[in-house]
């Protein structure tokens, strides 16, 4: 019975792998939350670069009112860059790639029709995705004429990059912050050396100057 390579897993264990991949990413949830009138709410999030980034959004009508929904949506970065805006908002999608590590902010305003009081709230659903979770991978399959087989393993592939990558980009945040530790450290050594030899310097110049004082007052030899 031969044995199995060291380093690459077992028939029985490719399963269990990919069960593993799948539950450390697991599939997004929308996200739903009541948007006051003439309020202005936003959501942040971080993501890597070269990035593609999908959603989709539905805000319904306050209760009771036969206006309809009224808000704006607005998707920007952390330098303030519109990747994404729409007036009068009801429902749509969006999409976008990423050109650099950033804060991503998508802003949903509501707007108060004219001449009537306070607007009920309005529910609001976003459904945001990026990485693996964007590509469609239907879509894939049928430009590259894949089988349902090597589509899995397609996800699986990049699923498995997503997360080396961000392995890589926790080491690579753990390293920076290392280095700002040990020069942190070597900034208060040197600033506490420093205070110490000004202690030192003021305790001796006291030191000198009462003896001088005292000798002119005749109090010592």
């Known amino acids: 019975m031969p ?18 991949l799948l539950a450390l990413v697991g599939p997004a949830r929308p996200i739903s939350f009541q948007l006051p009138g003439k309020a202005r709410k936003c959501l942040r999030e971080e993501i890597h670069r070269d990035t593609l980034v999908t959603g989709e ?3 319904g009508a306050p209760p009771g009112s036969s206006t309809g929904p009224s ?7 952390s330098a303030g860059h519109i990747l994404y805006a729409k007036e009068d908002a009801t429902k749509g999608k969006f999409a976008f790639t990423t050109e650099d ?3 991503f902010e998508a802003c949903f305003e509501s707007k108060l029709p004219v001449g009537t009081g306070r607007m009920p709230d309005q529910l609001v659903i976003l459904d945001m995705k990026h990485g693996v979770e964007a590509k469609n991978y239907e879509e894939i399959a049928k430009v590259e004429k894949l089988k349902p087989l090597e589509v899995e393993l397609r996800r699986l592939e990049d699923l498995s990059e997503s997360i080396v990558n961000d392995f890589a980009y926790m080491k690579k945040r753990e390293e920076e912050m290392r280095d700002t530790n040990e020069s942190t450290n070597t900034r208060v050594l040197y600033f506490s050396i420093f205070s110490m030899c000004c202690l030192i310097g003021l ?3 006291q030191v000198f100057y009462l003896r001088r004082f005292f000798k002119a007052k005749k109090l010592i030899e």
């Not at 044995?3 to 593993?20: E, F, I, T, V």
């Open 203 to 205: 305790a001796t110049w």
């Open 101 to 103: 590590y950033d804060m």
């Open 3 to 20: 044995l199995p390579l060291p380093g690459r897993p077992r028939l029985g264990q490719a399963p269990l792998l990919a069960l593993l």
């Open 57 to 59: 959004y539905e805000i």
């Open 71 to 77: 808000a704006n949506l607005k998707i920007t970065d």
